[in-house]
């Protein structure tokens, strides 16, 4: 089993950054994709963005130009940097993570853009 503990969200006023980190444990030996998702209110889980063990990544074209997801192997950690950040933005954020054809899933963490 895999663990993902997500942490970095908040609330921020529209244009503002946050930045978002996850940290995978358990029984890890070959993570591939790791990647973020998120939920708005009353909205169906969407795909935010997604990078894989060697570093190709891709992005929902809602946050194209203004996210950046990056990744640390060594720690067993995915990051997600917002910036610009807009009130549609807001949602509970997920990390996600692929192990030998297992995905696994983070508690989330609540993202509140609003002035």
């Known amino acids: 089993q895999v663990q993902l503990v997500e942490s970095g969200g908040g609330l921020v006023q529209p244009g503002g950054s946050l930045r978002l980190s996850c940290a995978a444990s358990?029984?890890?030996?070959?993570?591939?994709?790791m990647g973020w998702y998120r939920q708005p209110p009353g909205k169906q889980r969407e795909l935010v963005a997604v990078i894989t063990n060697d570093g190709i990544t891709h992005y929902a074209d809602s946050v194209k130009g203004r996210f950046t997801i990056s990744r640390d192997n060594t720690r067993h950690s995915v990051y997600l940097q917002m910036n610009v950040l807009k009130p549609e933005d807001t949602a509970v954020y997920f990390c996600n993570a692929i192990q030998d054809y297992t995905t696994y899933w983070g508690q989330g963490t609540q993202v509140t853009v609003s002035s």
């Open positions: 358990g029984s890890i030996f070959s993570i591939d994709a």
